[in-house]
């Protein structure tokens, strides 16, 4: 079946499908606000990631924040890059998803190997003669898909969590009922790093062979192999004849010991020897936009970049041993796999050390207009500075932190959708009651 939102209808393309507003956000001790969700979508589309997980549309507090960017998407703010919700994998997320969001594209997720199967659902999936409960399982995803094709999906990528770790047998059983029912991926989640990168190109290669279908690599950083294990999975999906899809993060950030981080995995598509398929990827992938997603996901997120992370690490392009500094000054070949410029490096970080007029909570006119003017922002009036000001405020208490450059400049430049992003409404007792 293809995919609609495919920039490229041929066989063998390699797209970037980013989960940091996903698997980033439900990371143990880490949370983003919807606008610096929103901001991460913005540059991503500028990246040139086809599409971002961007949200759960069953959850009640994240309607509005998906409303918003999906009206910057009809705008062409966050556009062409498609916005993608992730539900479980039953009918009753479908449902809610199609009739309360205008998400159109999913990724719908359900445990398949017998450790998750038995030790999730045990008590709630009906069993079988055999006592596997997998075709129960099989049955929920089948129906949930079928009911989204009906109800007006776009798109529908099919997640077998913990796919590493599932007999081989009944994850192409299982693949081929999605297939079936509709589904235009097959997302192979390595959710607990167990692969390694030889296992995983076979089972994949195995996999895209047997179910005819793009596959999409979720890989997990357990033991390190994260972008290891989506590379080579991605030339598993290739081999076959299929459209490889890899999932990334920004800086890697993700449950327990991460995700693939997106600049990694890019540049080892580009440089790694083995590989050199810059000619598979989108062809808007923007390497120079990367240091601006890497620094402002550090900043939104209050992780630091590791000083040794790949492309943009504070060592990354630094030599110090006099063999390479001595190698690097002769020719920078010598040391330097790739430019530091390809990412948008270079540019001088400038901290005002003096005075300093910041737009905050409770900032006046006079001083939001300077910081404004400073970004040569203008104003058609003084109610238009005014109603700026309001949402800046609104905004600073959203992030309890001084807002960015680029922050303020998408404030001003989109305010409705911006008034939609910063409203949070808890529901009512009634509302709970009701379920």
């Not at 033991?223 to 920004?250: E, H, M, W």
């Not at 890497?294 to 590791?306: C, H």
């Not at 040794?308 to 006099?322: D, E, I, K, L, R």
Request: some cysteine; charged content about 25%.
């Amino acid at each position: 079946m293809k995919d609609k939102g495919a920039t490229s209808a041929s066989k063998g393309r390699i797209r970037i499908i980013d989960v940091t507003n996903r698997d980033g956000v439900q990371t143990a001790r880490l949370c983003l606000s919807k606008l610096e969700k929103t901001m991460i979508n913005f540059m991503l589309n500028e990246l040139g990631v086809f599409q971002s997980e961007f949200g759960f549309p069953v959850t009640k507090h994240e309607r509005n924040y998906i409303d918003a960017n999906l009206r910057l998407h009809e705008k062409g703010v966050i556009a062409p890059m498609r916005l993608e919700g992730w539900i479980r994998a039953v009918k009753a997320d479908m449902e809610v998803s199609l009739k309360n969001t205008a998400v159109r594209h999913f990724n719908v997720s359900i445990s398949t190997s017998k450790q998750m199967t038995e030790g999730k659902f045990s008590d709630r999936i009906i069993r079988r003669p055999d006592g596997s409960g997998k075709r129960n399982i099989l049955e929920m995803m089948v129906e949930c898909v079928e009911f989204g094709r009906a109800g007006g999906a776009e798109t529908i990528g099919v997640n077998a969590e913990d796919a590493s770790r599932t007999d081989m047998e009944y994850l192409l059983e299982f693949g081929l009922a999605a297939k079936k029912a509709g589904a235009d991926r097959f997302r192979y989640c390595d959710t607990l790093g167990y692969d390694d990168p030889f296992t995983i190109y076979e089972r994949v290669n195995t996999i895209a062979k047997e179910l005819e279908l793009p596959i999409e690599m979720h890989c997990h950083n357990d033991l390190g192999l994260a972008v290891a294990n989506s590379i080579a999975g991605a030339k598993g999906a290739l081999d076959a004849g299929q459209d490889a899809y890899i999932n990334t993060t920004i800086n890697g950030i993700g449950e327990r010991a991460g995700n693939a981080d997106i600049i990694s995995v890019i540049l080892a598509l580009i440089y790694a020897s083995g590989f050199g398929y810059r000619h598979l990827l989108d062809e808007r992938i923007d390497l120079s936009k990367t240091w601006q997603a890497a620094k402002y996901a550090s900043l939104a997120f209050g992780v630091p970049i590791a000083i040794n992370q790949v492309g943009v690490g504070a060592n990354a392009f630094a030599h110090a041993s006099g063999i390479h500094a001595d190698g690097a000054l002769k020719d920078r070949r010598n040391y330097e796999l790739y430019d530091y410029e390809l990412l948008g490096r270079g540019e001088p970080e400038f901290v005002e050390t003096g005075r300093e007029i910041i737009a905050g909570a409770y900032s006046g006119i006079k001083g939001f207009r300077n910081v404004y003017e400073k970004l040569e922002v203008e104003f058609k009036d003084d109610k238009h500075a005014a109603e700026i000001l309001e949402l800046v405020r609104y905004a600073n208490v959203h992030t309890q932190r001084p807002l960015t450059h680029s922050e303020l400049k998408f404030i001003a430049a989109h305010p409705d959708e911006m008034r939609l992003i910063l409203t949070m409404t808890p529901p009512s007792r009634e509302d709970i009651a009701e379920g």
